[in-house]
């Protein structure tokens, strides 16, 4: 399964939680697939899914799901000792590991080679890691909505992606029906 497929097949689970998605193509595919106010898209600052994600959790008490990729994940190694350090048993962080940076062309990340990020993850503190293929994740993201415990899910799967066009909202809607959503 390619990340455009693992997001098909959670979508309909994601629709009762807070989202905030990755930047480039994961926004673009569930902006497609399945498009929510209570969806966050990040259309800039690589990286910060997550760090957004547990900020918002720790803001209020509604689950909040951060679908992060290997490549961001990399890009801000800060962010796992954070989720550690500040637990919101509210928040889940789901990183889609497809071994590749998809959004620029399927250069290869470290994940895809030797370093485990559910084994950085585990040593930054974080106490519920699940590794898990990508035909499991939609189980193992329920099961981790439903202990109510933070979560973070690293979901393996292939590298692909599919042709779709951009995200032609204006940021300032997308920031504006999710804010209403945090707030209802």
């Not at 097949?9 to 595919?29: F, H, K, W, Y």
């Not at 470290?110 to 519920?128: I, P």
Request: aromatic share 4%.
């Amino acid at each position: 399964m390619i990340r455009s497929e693992v997001l098909r097949e959670i979508a309909p689970i994601l629709r009762d939680q807070l989202v905030v998605c990755n930047i480039g193509l994961p926004s673009q595919e569930l902006h497609m697939i399945d498009d929510q106010p209570t969806n966050f898209y990040m259309l800039g600052t690589m990286g910060l899914a997550s760090s957004i994600g547990l900020g918002v959790a720790l803001a209020q008490d509604k689950t909040v799901i951060s679908i992060d990729g290997d490549g961001s994940v990399l890009t801000n190694f800060g962010t796992l000792p954070t989720i550690a350090n500040n637990v919101a048993d509210n928040f889940i962080l789901l990183i889609i590991d497809n071994g590749s940076y998809g959004s620029t062309g399927d250069q290869p990340t470290y994940a895809g080679k030797k370093t485990s990020l559910a084994a950085v993850a585990q040593a930054c503190g974080c106490e519920n890691v699940v590794e898990c293929q990508a035909a499991d994740t939609g189980q193992v993201l329920q099961a981790a909505i439903d202990s109510r415990k933070m979560t973070v899910i690293v979901c393996k799967c292939e590298s692909g992606n599919i042709k779709l066009p951009v995200i032609t909202k204006d940021p300032v809607v997308i920031r504006d029906r999710f804010m209403q959503a945090v707030a209802s």
